[in-house]
Structures are given as C-alpha cells and as structure tokens.
C-alpha cells in the first residue's frame, strides 16, 4: 500500500487535493524491479502509468538492424509509458530498470474514475503528462538536428 505521505513529497502531487491523493494511494499498485530487469517490451500493449519513485529506467528501441539504441535514462519522479498509457496501442519502445527501482503504477480504468471524481486534480495531472510529452519530443528534436548537422558534416 503506498501511503498518502508518499505522494506529497513528490513533486508531480504538489496541489492536488487531499481527497485525491488518498483516492490515487488506493489506486496505485507499487512495483520493484531488479538492475536489468524488464519493465516493458516494445511491440507489447500497453495501457499502465509508471512513475518512478526510486532509481532509474532506461528507454531503449531496436534499430531495423537489430541494435539497442538508447534513448533515455528517466529519473525518479518522472514517468514512462505515457503514450500508451493516453493513446492505447502497443509500446514503441523497450524499458528496463537501471539499478534497483521502485514504480507506482496507475492503470487507465483507475485514472478513468479519479477523472470523474476529481475532475480538477485530473487537469492538474494531464497537464503534467503533456509537459512530459512535450519535453521528450524537444529532446528528440535536438538530438535529431544534432544528428543531421553531423551527418552534414562529411558531405
């Protein structure tokens, strides 16, 4: 059980009604996971939110060729499987505990309800999904024009 207390250190819970939390610390399903060990496949479906409250989880996707290419190291407080987890689908993208690492787990139809029930707190949460969102499609943006202005380089 996650207790109440838990949430509120962590900055992603900052304003969101007492009422709320104690809903979400029902909700949430607390995972570990050992150093390596798989947390997500990608082509798997999805649906589930993982926020990392203890250690790190490596995002990674297979290249055509067969090769891991790392594409994040997402830190506690952050979350993985966002796209799936608001669009449904399959995971694009493998993810992997990076030392030994804690997960609260909200699925959908929890999320659904806390919705409903608390339609305010729920803004306050998606809005902090885009944010996430929208960071991860800069990085990749720079990383992308990094790449081509490299590649340019030994035209």
Not at 38 to 57: C, S, T, W
Not at 99 to 124: H, I, M, Q, T
Request: glycine share 8%; aromatic share 10%.
């Amino acid at each position: 059980m996650i207790e109440v207390s838990q949430l509120k250190e962590m900055e992603t819970f900052q304003g969101v009604s007492d009422e709320a939390l104690n809903f979400l610390a029902d909700s949430l399903q607390k995972r570990t996971y050992s150093d390596k060990e798989p947390i997500f496949r990608e082509g798997v479906p999805g649906g589930d939110l993982y926020l990392v409250a203890e250690g790190a989880v490596k995002i990674s996707k297979r290249a055509k060729e067969g090769e891991a290419q790392n594409l994040a190291a997402v830190p506690k407080g952050q979350y993985v499987g966002i796209m799936t987890f608001l669009a449904g689908g399959n995971h694009s993208a493998d993810a992997v505990a990076q030392g030994n690492c804690a997960l609260y787990v909200l699925d959908r139809r929890a999320f659904d309800k806390f919705v409903e029930s608390f339609p305010r707190d729920a803004v306050k949460l998606m809005n902090l999904f885009i944010q996430e969102l929208i960071g991860s499609l800069r990085s990749m943006n720079e990383r992308y024009i990094d790449m081509v202005n490299y590649m340019g380089r030994w035209r």
